[in-house]
């Protein structure tokens, strides 16, 4: 958890970058660094990291993004890696050490399953860059929340279904749960603060509830439901109070990577 206070320094940072290279609601992050005079290289680097900042002996730094793992110029992770990388450039914390070699270059992983501090600021700082506030508030996405609204979202900022998710959890308009899972396993999941703060019924690194729209894809045959569901909150949580609203259940299944995104909503 990166706290409160951190979070507005960064966000502040990010959005004042963001407000200077953008076409309308793109951030242009090649522009971004060619005026710092960082040299990026989107080449085959195999499976080992999606990308990593490195810094020379005559303190030049240069961003290198893996092909091999989906990240090319032009798709939305491709664009959240490059945010990733340059964010580890523009937070002092992040910069300095490598400057001075006192940590070696890391490659970053595009999963946001929070490894270490560093990692989990650096994403923020991405996201704010690729979507600061005033943009993603005035996107027109319709009165109701569903995964259209984040696809919207995704589509208008070309930034990554998981990014975009996790931008809606900070300053969306309507509060949601998250849970991502792989192979039947969660592997994190993020909420708005104030969606209701139930027990789950689920632990990270553990199966899901197998009453669950993704539970059920993951263990029985023909169970690929996208449309909205509705849902009982006991399939989730063991819940403090019956709410007044139906709960829904919204998937979307990534093809290339295997993942599935559980969103969860009131009405
Ligand atoms: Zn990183």
Redesign the pocket.
Known sequence: MIADHRKAALNKLASHIASEFHSQNVSLLEQIAESEGIAYYFDHYENSFDGMLVCDENNHFHIHINIDRGNTQTSKRGRFTFA?ELA?YFIEEHRIPLMKGDIPP?G?LHDFEHRDA??EE?DYFAGCLLMPENRFRNIPTGRKFSLETILKLSETLNTSILSTVLRFVEIGTHEILVVVSENNIVKWFAKSKDFPNWSFRFKVHQTLPAATVAGEFFTKTDSKYTGIEDVEPENWFFPAWVPKTQMHEQCYYSESYGYVISLIWFD
């Open positions: 990733h580890h890391h970053s560093t990692e650096a």
